[in-house]
């Protein structure tokens, strides 16, 4: 069974710092690129970043540049998302999506809220 479970979301202060983590099982987590998505009310699902599947390139949204890093360790499985300096415009509930290389195979966390609120 296919799982993406995310973790380390919560309520944090304007300039706080939080680290999401997603864990993957049931498929060869090593060979997908891995992005985060975010979500806020009313708003359309938007990519946050990128990492390749080795680690080597790292892509992202031009909002949050400079603020947050993606990372992998296909040992554990896992993705990561550090942010710092967060703001209160990014309030959104937050994904991890696996993307199979050369295919259309696509897996989704079930999403972990992060609220930035003073």
């Known amino acids: 069974q296919v799982q993406l479970v995310e973790s380390g979301g919560g309520l944090v202060q304007p300039g706080g710092s939080l680290r999401l983590s997603c864990r993957g099982s049931?498929?060869?987590?090593?060979?997908?690129?891995m992005k985060w998505y975010r979500q806020a009310p009313g708003k359309e699902r938007e990519v946050v970043a990128g990492v390749t599947i080795d680690g080597g390139r790292k892509n992202y949204a031009e909002s949050v540049k400079g603020r947050f890093t993606i990372s992998r360790d296909n040992v554990r499985a896992t993705v990561f998302l550090q942010m710092n300096n967060l703001k209160l415009e990014d309030t959104a509930v937050y994904y991890c999506?696996?993307?199979?290389?050369?295919?259309?195979?696509?897996?989704w966390g079930q999403g972990t809220q992060v609220t930035v609120s003073s």
């Open positions: 999506k696996a993307e199979g290389q050369g295919s259309d195979t696509e897996y």
């Open positions: 049931g498929f060869t987590f090593r060979y997908y690129v």
